[in-house]
């Protein structure tokens, strides 16, 4: 079983439309959970953090299910800048290991 | 804001020839980390590194060295550069739980 999975998509939906990414991950003793956004062909920036009690950002919500361990993002009023890659990251231990990626689900925002 | 600068964005480079790739960061973070993206394997990691002079080897080393002399400066070395490390490089750098990437360096072996 791969560390982190995700379905990579792609995701084509309607401006205004709720979409939602769900990301498994192996490791039951992972600590820290993150959703990153890739725009085409620039770096991975942070989107937002994931935490047991969940967290929302605006149109962004987050959440993770620790027994079941899945992390979901919840992207509504989807817009056309909302279009880009977006990963699932798990960070397996402690602070300071390497961020684990999965490989990305891919969401096309259109008019 | 942490930057994170790669030295070239664009590199061209024969097969066997040996291959340097500069990262600098500029907040002083002690975990510096590389990565190499392609098309349907996503992000992995190749080496990374806690401290100067200290280096752990990722999930795929192979081909790859590292050098740390400075904190700030984290180096990916190709040995003898082959078609199949064509790919983008991705260098970070965090502390804590703060990682922030450079812009990339897309490689091309030929």
Redesign the interface.
Known sequence: RKEVEQDPGPFNVPEGATVAFNCTYSNSASQSFFWYRQDCRKEPKLLMSVYSSGNEDGRFTAQLNRASQYISLLIRDSKLSDSATYLCVVIPNQAGTALIFGKGTTLSVSS | DVKVTQSSRYLVKRTGEKVFLECVQDMDH??M?W?RQDP??????IY?S?DVKMKEK?DIPEGYSVSREKKERFSLILESASTNQTSMY?C?S?F????T????TRLTVV
């Not at chain 2, 349907?40 to 990691?45: D, S, Y």
């Not at chain 2, 804590?96 to 990682?99: D, E």
């Not at chain 2, 990437?101 to 990339?104: C, I, L, T």
Request: no cysteine; hydrophobic share 35%.
């Open positions: 002690e975990n980390f990565y349907g394997l996503g992000l992995r990691l990374f806690y990722g991705l970070a965090s804590r739980y703060g990682y990437f450079g812009s990339g």
